[in-house]
């Protein structure tokens, strides 16, 4: 089954704890990325991969960080979390190209920051 | 850097009845992509309908059709015999035509009424 897997699904932590959420697509997709989302903000991009090794940042990159050291994978790392950090998490792929570019979705992390 | 706007947080509609969720965006690109995400309580961000700014039909995928106008920047989602699983946020997205940047609305939350 095709599908991006993203893990915790739910994490509770505190301030300071470095914590990675894990992406995973089974797609072979050249690009990936990550989204958080606010109530009343809608989904802003954190930072996005066009292929192994190459990422850059969206709109919102502070106080995170990732790595695409293999196609299929694409982690989020909180080196240092804030409370303002609390927040839902998303991780999607899709190809590029001549594709009409749709974003297939994990299924969410809810994050919060004590 | 591109922006899109929902203008209408909450709208409701009577199942069966016709529904229009309103989208537009600003951008100075000629080309790019269009996108309408549902949000179920489930939290899972299911792709609605997809449109191309290249072309110049309206999408349609069964109840579900878009009314794009491209000189107006407007890309809106119709939803018709509105159904009790129709319940959701909807999401508009815009896609940069080099695929790199995803950008999302706020959303609107939609319910149906029995």
């Known amino acids: 089954e095709a599908q991006v897997t993203q893990n915790p699904r739910y994490l509770i932590t505190v301030t300071g704890k470095k914590l990675t959420v894990t992406c995973s697509q089974n797609m072979n997709h050249e690009y990936m990325s990550w989204y958080r989302q606010d109530p009343g903000l809608g989904l802003r991009q954190i930072y996005y991969s066009m292929n192994v090794e190459v990422t850059d940042k969206g709109d919102v990159p502070e106080g995170y960080k990732v790595s695409r050291k293999e196609k299929r994978n694409f982690p989020l790392i909180l080196e240092s979390p804030s409370p303002n950090q609390t927040s839902l998490y998303f991780c999607a792929s899709s190809y590029l190209g001549q594709s009409t570019g749709e974003l297939f979705f994990g299924e969410g992390s809810r994050l919060t920051v004590l | 850097a591109q922006t899109v706007t929902q203008s209408q947080p909450e709208m409701s509609v009577q199942e069966a009845e016709t529904v229009t969720l309103s989208c537009t965006y600003d951008t100075s690109e000629s080309d790019y992509y269009l996108f309408w995400y549902k949000q179920p309580p489930s939290r899972q961000m299911i792709l609605v309908i997809r449109?191309?700014?290249?072309?110049?039909q309206n999408a349609t995928e069964n109840r579900f059709s878009v009314n794009f106008q491209k000189a107006a920047k407007s890309f809106s989602l119709k939803i018709s015999d509105s159904q009790l699983g129709d319940a959701a946020m909807y999401f508009c997205?815009?896609?940069?035509?080099?695929?790199?940047?995803?950008?999302f609305g706020t959303g609107t939350s939609l319910t149906v009424i029995p």
């Open positions: 997205a815009y896609r940069t035509f080099t695929g790199n940047q995803f950008y």
């Open positions: 449109q191309e700014a290249y072309k110049q």
